[in-house]
């Protein structure tokens, strides 16, 4: 046997296991986003070819609400993420007493299931028994509804989506830091420049290649966050979390409505390849990740 056709019946399981996973459903996906389909009515499921669409950006503000609304998450999270994250990174980069015991304690938070933490926090965040109005009253401050807050409840899914996954953005940029080359930090400081404008000047842009994969990989992965919404405040108080991610659960699985459920998910495929094609751009040709 060639090595060719021996690589090939190597690779089958694994194109086989792809194509059942991922072509599929895609494929079925896109057909049923052309189509009047709700799932407790069979008998009338057809063709309605672009209506769907037509219904997603013209007639439902709904849609545009939850778009809002994902993308002031995303927005918000990565923020606080990507600060936090560097300069946690920073600091561990420095290699101060017990940065190892700290760089193993990170883990933690990003190997608990999503939907763990989402309970977790809920009971933190609880109006009358919760951990932080239990600080809070301890202060002398009012209790106060987190989650049951319209002005809040987006703002504690962001503290707690962060607090899962700044070690994340941290670990892989303090990886970046420690394969940073010695020479040119050396020279910015023989010729004097200040910290700041040393990690300004020479850091980031030496780091903008783990930088931007950081940022792509966290964008996507809150485009699609699902299970820490539905633990903390499945959409509500209102409509004040109902991110799109959400909102096609809803129609697809509380309202049945599959077709245009999957006309969403399409949109939010497209948005997430969208938002990654924008971002390779920026991801730097003439230069190999650190």
Do not use: C
Request: glycine share 6%; aromatic share 14%; charged share 10%.
């Amino acid at each position: 046997m060639s090595k060719n056709k021996f690589g090939f019946l190597m690779l089958l399981p694994s194109i086989v296991f792809l194509f059942l996973t991922t072509i599929v459903p895609t494929y079925f996906l896109w057909k049923w986003s052309f189509l009047e389909y709700v799932l407790y009515k069979p008998q009338d499921v057809h063709w309605n070819w672009f209506n769907n669409y037509i219904t997603a950006f013209i007639r439902d503000r709904n849609f545009y609400q939850s778009v809002g609304i994902t993308l002031l998450y995303v927005g918000a999270a990565l923020l606080i993420q990507l600060s936090l994250g560097m300069l946690i990174a920073l600091q561990l980069n420095r290699d101060l007493p017990g940065h190892r015991v700290m760089s193993s304690l990170m883990i933690a938070p990003m190997v608990i299931p999503s939907i763990v933490v989402g309970l977790i926090w809920k009971m933190m965040f609880e109006e009358t028994s919760g951990v932080i109005n239990g600080v809070f009253n301890y202060i002398k401050i009012p209790p106060f509804p987190w989650l049951g807050d319209m002005n809040t409840a987006l703002i504690s899914l962001v503290i707690t989506d962060s607090w899962q996954w700044i070690p994340f953005v941290a670990l892989v940029l303090l990886t970046g830091l420690k394969g940073l080359p010695k020479d040119p930090l050396e020279a910015a400081k023989i010729d004097g420049a200040t910290s700041w404008q040393t990690f300004i000047s020479v850091t980031v842009p030496l780091l903008r290649p783990i930088i931007i994969i950081v940022v792509l990989l966290r964008i996507i992965w809150i485009l699609r966050e699902f299970d820490l919404i539905y633990m903390m405040t499945s959409g509500g108080p209102g409509n004040a979390t109902r991110t799109l991610s959400f909102y096609i659960f809803q129609n697809g699985l509380v309202w049945l409505k599959t077709g245009y459920a999957a006309t969403l998910s399409i949109i939010l495929l497209n948005l997430s390849v969208f938002i990654a094609g924008r971002f390779l751009k920026f991801f730097p040709k003439d230069q190999e990740a650190v």
